[in-house]
């Protein structure tokens, strides 16, 4: 059996309170729902989309289990429409008040996911009213903001080869599908994890030989296996199918 | 299609400036007379890490640029501040601040704020708790535009943007030609567009071989064409 941490990654930078973690994201979701402002629990299958680019802004969304990917058309055929992931305890889609335009992207369940529908109107009327429930929204709209922020400066502060084992380590976190032989099912191509971290796929391709080299990473099988070493622990992921996109959104009951 | 307006959902929100305009006359009805304003040159620091943490801020005119400053020294620029936004209050919210410099780009009026008149005035209820949402639902709408741009935008259209979203943001006039004074170096320049001074070089010479932006160096004025522009300055 490979050994699958169980931790959260480890401390990276002074902006690591906005990174993902486990427990914060448990408290988040917790805290959210004694607010009383999410829906019944909506369940979408791997490939349904969430809400379509394009979509006026209305509700907001607060993801309890899997990842959702944020995709926009593809510029080109050997470039991933991916650009962003949406881990749980984290709000999507959210709702402005009829300031913001139409969404730039499509929110895709990459994984089978669990979401809460936060009402537009429900969410105006406890700001208006007051009291600790409109703080709370203040402030998870603005932990969010700040978590965004930390993500787009990760970039500026680290290398790729650092931004790149962290995005699998949180993955690994978060994925929770394993294959018989204990791996982590990876739903996503390298084309994709190419465009989350803002590089070419030939960039990427560059980057992960580099990182083999290092003995940082190792691929095997038939290239459908990775192995990443980080710090003391090894991570599995076996590479499996990316979702097909399911047309029409559910109903998610 | 006027892309300033933002009507044109295909493009990106980086052009809705002026429909946060509105913003600043319900912030100035919940504040009322009694915060100070003041009025701040280009390259004034009206936020530092030493700065209280009780303090927040409301931009009346102007342009203001916040930035993260790293452990290492470097200096992340992260967004700008505009008439009717507030900065500086997520170190009282939330306790903690990711936005720990604001400084002024332009000529700047700025009122200061309590931030925990503003924690008392979101329990109170009423506008300012609405305010602050569209705000920062407004800034990760941004913000998801700016990664969307990273990965598929190249660094010229991405230079172009920002010059005309900082024209917006400056209360420049759409038209043909946009005058614009950005008081920053282009190593500034170069760290916000996520590029090399190098590269920077050979962007800013590859715009101005297709006539797309001039530079006058010594006045610190670009001057932008709306020739080429799929995100238009066309008047409206």
């Given amino acids: 059996m490979n050994e699958i941490p169980t931790t959260t990654p480890s401390p990276r930078t002074e902006s690591d309170v906005f990174f993902w973690n486990r427990e914060s994201a448990r408290l988040t979701l917790w805290q959210w729902k004694q607010s009383g402002l999410l829906s019944t629990p909506l369940l979408y299958p791997a490939g349904a989309p969430i809400f379509d680019r394009g979509a006026a802004p209305q509700d907001a969304f607060l993801l309890e289990r899997g990842i959702v990917v944020f995709e926009r058309e593809p510029v080109a055929r050997e470039k991933s429409g991916i650009y962003a992931l949406c881990l749980p305890g984290n709000l999507f889609g959210h709702c402005s008040g009829g300031r913001v335009n139409a969404s730039l992207h499509s929110a895709i369940a990459l994984t089978r996911c669990i979401v809460y529908r936060i009402s537009r109107e429900k969410m105006l009327a406890t700001l208006y009213k007051g009291g600790e429930a409109a703080l709370f929204i203040v402030r998870q709209y603005l932990h969010n903001l700040l978590c965004a922020r930390a993500r787009a400066t990760e970039s500026s502060i680290n290398g790729t080869k650092v931004r790149l084992e962290h995005l699998l380590l949180e993955l690994a976190s978060v994925l929770e599908d394993h294959s018989p032989a204990g791996a982590i099912q990876l739903p996503l191509k390298y084309k994709d994890l190419a465009a989350i971290l803002g590089i070419s796929p030939q960039q990427f391709s560059v980057i992960k030989k580099e990182m083999e080299g290092e003995k940082v990473i190792a691929c095997f099988g038939q290239r459908n296996k990775l192995a990443l070493r980080s710090s003391g622990s090894k991570v599995q992921f076996f590479k499996v199918h990316r979702y097909k996109r399911i047309p029409g959104i559910p109903s998610g009951a | ?236």
């Fill in chain 2, 1 to 236: 299609m006027d892309a300033w307006n933002g009507q044109d959902n295909s493009k990106s929100s980086a052009w809705n400036i002026p429909q946060l305009a509105g913003a600043l006359d319900r912030w100035k009805q919940l504040v009322g007379p009694t915060a100070t304003a003041r009025r701040s040159g280009p390259e004034t620091v009206l936020l530092s890490g030493n700065s209280p943490a009780r303090r927040s801020y409301l931009v009346e005119e102007g342009v203001v640029a916040l930035s993260h400053h790293l452990s290492t020294g470097k200096q992340v620029f992260l967004t700008l501040r505009s008439r009717g936004q507030i900065f500086g209050h997520s170190r009282h919210v939330l306790n903690h601040s990711f936005e720990l410099t604001a400084s002024a780009l332009t000529e700047c009026v700025v009122r200061t704020l309590d931030s925990q008149w503003l924690i008392d005035q979101i329990k109170g209820g009423g506008d300012a708790g609405v305010l602050l949402m569209e705000q920062h639902a407004f800034d990760l709408h941004e913000s998801a535009t700016a990664l969307i741009d990273l990965v598929h935008l190249d660094a010229s259209v991405r230079l172009r943007k920002f010059l005309v979203q900082f024209a917006a943001a400056a209360g420049v006039c759409p038209g043909e030609e946009m005058e614009v004074n950005v008081p920053l170096t282009d190593g500034y320049l170069a760290s916000l567009l996520g590029i090399s001074p190098q590269q920077f070089s050979a962007v800013k010479r590859k715009l101005a071989a297709e006539g797309d932006i001039r530079h006058i160096r010594a006045t610190q004025t670009w001057i932008i064409s709306s020739r080429h522009d799929q995100y238009s300055t066309k008047a409206a």
